[in-house]
């Protein structure tokens, strides 16, 4: 089992829905990651927050909204996605950036 | 530009050989180089890590190999199973300023046959 939790691990949803994704981690990690996987791929970051602060937004669209409420909780709010937004997304943390990342086993979206 | 990639993307061997799979990178600046396994509907799981400033590191079965020569990465699996099939990503992080995101290799499909 993954020390990285994520829910739900699916989800389908309209594109004027509003949802979000959680990942939760109790290592005491104080960095924490959002990355999107299609299909074949290898994992593309997303976001980095370090320290609860978002440190890195690699140029996401808005309609993504990434939010850590604390250190252990990392979600990812979802609005107005389009279908090319459906992926496996993926949560990480990890001790700093120079320490393994631990992934969870991912939330598969579909966009209808 | 910033790149990890792969030489193949598929490797298929027998069940109790050793598997090799490579990995070249572009820039000299990468500090941290990480291996992932990830199987069907799973995330990336750790397998093992190397820093720059070594030449080699072995864990249960697996052993990484970094030739910052040539800018070759590889990891070895001694006595490979039907559980070691999967995908494996190499995965370095940067040194500096920004570049100490994680970037992945494209991959490679590794098949065990029985």
């Known amino acids: 089992d993954t020390e990285v939790t994520q829910t739900p691990k699916h989800l389908v949803m309209g594109m004027t829905n509003k949802k979000s994704l959680k990942c939760e981690q109790h290592?005491?990690?104080?960095?924490m990651y959002w990355y999107k996987q299609k299909a074949k791929k290898p994992p593309e970051l997303m976001f980095v927050y370090s320290y609860e602060k978002l440190s890195i937004n690699e140029s996401v669209p808005s309609r993504f909204s990434p939010e850590c409420p604390n250190s252990s909780l990392l979600n990812l709010h979802l609005h107005a996605l389009q279908p090319e937004d459906s992926a496996l997304y993926l949560c990480?943390?990890?001790?700093?950036?120079?320490?393994?990342?631990?992934f969870g086993d991912g939330t598969r979206l579909s966009i209808l | 530009g910033e790149s990890v990639g792969l030489h193949l993307p598929t490797l298929s061997v027998q069940e109790g050989d050793n598997s090799i799979i490579n990995c070249a990178y572009s820039n000299s600046a990468s500090d941290y180089f990480i291996w992932y396994k990830q199987e069907s509907g799973k995330g990336p799981q750790f397998i093992i890590d190397i820093r720059s400033n070594m030449d080699k590191r072995q864990g249960q079965r697996v052993t990484v190999l970094l030739n910052k020569t040539v800018k070759h990465l590889s990891l070895q699996i001694a006595a490979t199973q039907p559980g070691d099939s999967a995908v494996y990503f190499c995965?370095?992080?940067?040194?500096?300023?920004?570049?100490?995101?994680?970037?992945f290799g494209k991959g490679t499909l590794l098949t065990v046959n029985p």
């Open positions: 990480a943390s990890s001790q700093d950036y120079y320490q393994p990342q631990h």
């Open positions: 995965a370095r992080v940067g040194s500096g300023g920004s570049n100490y995101k994680l970037t």
């Open positions: 290592m005491g990690h104080r960095a």
